[in-house]
């Protein structure tokens, strides 16, 4: 009996620009139900690399397979119907309809409906509880009929995972989850996104090692575009060719675990 595919599967993937090569023959393996993190300096790649995961960016070179199937060459929206969910570093949500109207437009477009004076009312009444309970899953139930835009950044971020719950995918990518949040805001994202991933496979940007630790089981370190090392998180913290990677020099035997820390995005191609 042959093994299941990985659910995420990154095979010579290369992307350039004109001349000026941004990921540079990457080959990452994701099996199903993993938490794994991406993690690098800034202008590593690590964007890029999501935006060509997610159909954004077109490869210059190799393969994207999701479940054992490519992907490469896809519009977004066909690979998001394949099973794939992507947040964005900025949020990306409807400011101005409800909180609930913007979960109820992202499970209506999973059922092939659209706003209109005839609906079927029984589909619509799923339709409804499917978002409902997406609501209560990431915990904005008390702000269904408010604004998105009114939301705090934490829930406005809270808000968007809960949109690519809509998909129904079960392979979900996250691109600084946590950037911006204050340390009790990034504690509650931690919590909310290892509840709302159970069971699913998370692909993940992040520059906070502390939430790369507490919820990660795999890291890969890209530098330059290319993996540097993919390891446990603990492992990944006492590599030292990792160490020097972000520090630029001979890493300090007493920097532990903060050798990844990051306050800054990464810079456009």
């Known amino acids: 009996m042959s093994a299941s595919p990985p659910a995420l599967e990154l095979v010579g993937v290369a992307k350039s620009f004109g001349a000026i090569p941004v990921v540079r023959g990457v080959d990452l393996q994701i099996p199903a139900g993993e938490r794994h993190a991406v993690i690098g300096p800034n202008g590593a790649g690590k964007s890029t690399l999501f935006n060509l995961v997610s159909g954004l960016f077109p490869l210059s070179g ?9 992907i490469a060459g896809l519009p977004p929206h066909r690979i998001n119907r394949s099973g794939l969910a992507r947040s964005f570093q900025i949020t990306n949500i ?9 979960l109820r437009i992202g499970v209506m477009a999973r059922h092939g409906l659209r706003f209109g004076l005839f609906r079927p009312v029984a589909r619509m009444r799923q339709v409804n509880e499917e978002a409902r309970a997406i609501l209560a899953l990431v915990r904005l139930e008390a702000r269904a ?16 995972i809960g949109m690519t ?32 991933t159970a069971g699913k496979t998370l692909l993940m ?19 330059y575009g290319e993996i540097l090392a993919t390891d446990t998180p603990e492992r990944i913290s006492a590599n030292r060719a990792v160490q020097e990677a972000y520090l630029g020099e001979e890493p300090d035997e007493s920097s532990g675990r903060d050798f990844g820390q990051d306050s800054g995005g990464e810079a456009a191609p």
């Open 62 to 70: 190799g393969d994207i397979r999701l479940r054992g199937r490519s």
């Open 94 to 102: 409807f400011h101005r309809l409800s909180v609930f109207e913007n």
């Open 145 to 160: 009929e408010d604004l998105a835009g009114d939301l705090t950044y934490s829930e406005q971020r809270a808000l968007e």
């Open 165 to 196: 719950l809509t998909t129904g995918a079960d392979v979900i990518l996250l691109d600084e989850p946590t950037a911006g949040m204050s340390r009790e805001e990034t504690d509650r994202a931690v919590e909310l996104i290892r509840e709302v």
């Open 205 to 223: 940007v992040e520059h906070d090692m502390s939430v790369v630790f507490s919820l990660c089981d795999r890291v890969s370190v890209l530098v």
